[in-house]
């Protein structure tokens, strides 16, 4: 299956339930690595631009480069006030950006989609000399008990699961050979709190994620909700999570 499809009718559900990241950690890329406002930034696989939100409210120039219809439309729609959007039907092989066009590139909770060799061509292509890439993850805390509850409901009702971000880990092989093992690492805590409508959002926002429609859908749903009345607290349930970055050049 082309992965670009796999977010097809997910957006929705994904601009509810998708968090935002760390606020030390777009500090942290501000304040240590060199972003600036006059900076030119391609964000790959930007999504319903989630992330690239983060940039434009530092009044960066973002190209959002997303190949998914669906939730590049939901992106313009929420980031079409900004003066630095700009919407790029693309991908991380064929950004169909310019060459050396961009001082940095990041992408958030998109790298484990990527073909690893040609997105790393591609970054090398159209990066200015000296930029930095920043390859961004939302990762559980996999101490926790609702997390691991959570694990569980989607590993016995989804057939694509493979493990929260992607199934990707901490300093994977994939993110050691793309940068050829010389990286930095960086994280900050991004606890997540979420009402009912939130959490099942968050839940369905997933590429594995079942859709209304197919088998046990009702009981996939029905745990979820199960879930949430176990651990919520005054219509709240508090999920623990970071914001990690691996940064690096190409």
């Known amino acids: 299956m082309d992965t670009t499809k796999k977010f097809d009718g997910y957006a929705d559900d994904y601009t509810v339930g998708r968090p935002g990241y760390a606020a030390e950690l777009i500090e942290c890329m501000y304040g240590i690595y060199g972003m600036a406002k ?17 940039l434009m409210d530092k009044g960066s120039t973002v190209y ?11 992106a313009e729609e929420e980031l079409g006030g900004y003066a630095g959007f700009c919407s790029v039907n693309g991908g991380a092989e064929n950004t169909t950006l310019d060459d050396n066009s961009v001082d940095f590139i990041t992408t958030a909770q ?5 073909d690893v060799q040609k997105f790393h061509n591609e970054c090398k292509r159209i990066l200015k000399p000296d930029g930095k890439v920043f390859l961004i993850w939302n990762v559980r805390d996999m101490d926790e008990a609702l997390n691991k509850e959570l694990y569980q409901i989607y590993r016995k009702f989804c057939p ?3 493990g929260f971000s992607g199934g990707i880990e901490k300093d ?3 993110i050691r050979d793309f940068f050829d093992d010389k990286y930095e690492y960086v994280a900050f805590d991004n606890p997540l709190y979420l009402d009912r409508e939130r959490f099942i959002a968050r839940s369905l926002s997933g590429s594995y994620s079942l859709k209304d429609g197919d088998k046990d859908y009702t009981k996939y749903i029905n745990a979820i909700e199960v879930t949430f009345d176990r651990y919520v607290n ?5 999920i623990a999570n970071r ?4 940064i690096g050049s190409v």
Do not use: L
């Open 38 to 54: 006059e900076s030119v930034i391609a964000d790959i696989g930007s999504g319903t631009g989630k992330f690239a939100k983060h």
């Open 64 to 74: 959002c480069v997303e190949p998914n219809d669906d939730m590049r439309r939901v």
């Open 110 to 114: 998109a790298f484990h989609w990527f």
């Open 160 to 162: 694509d699961f493979k």
């Open 172 to 174: 994977d092989q994939r």
């Open 234 to 238: 005054k219509g709240i349930v508090s």
């Open 243 to 246: 914001s990690v970055a691996y």
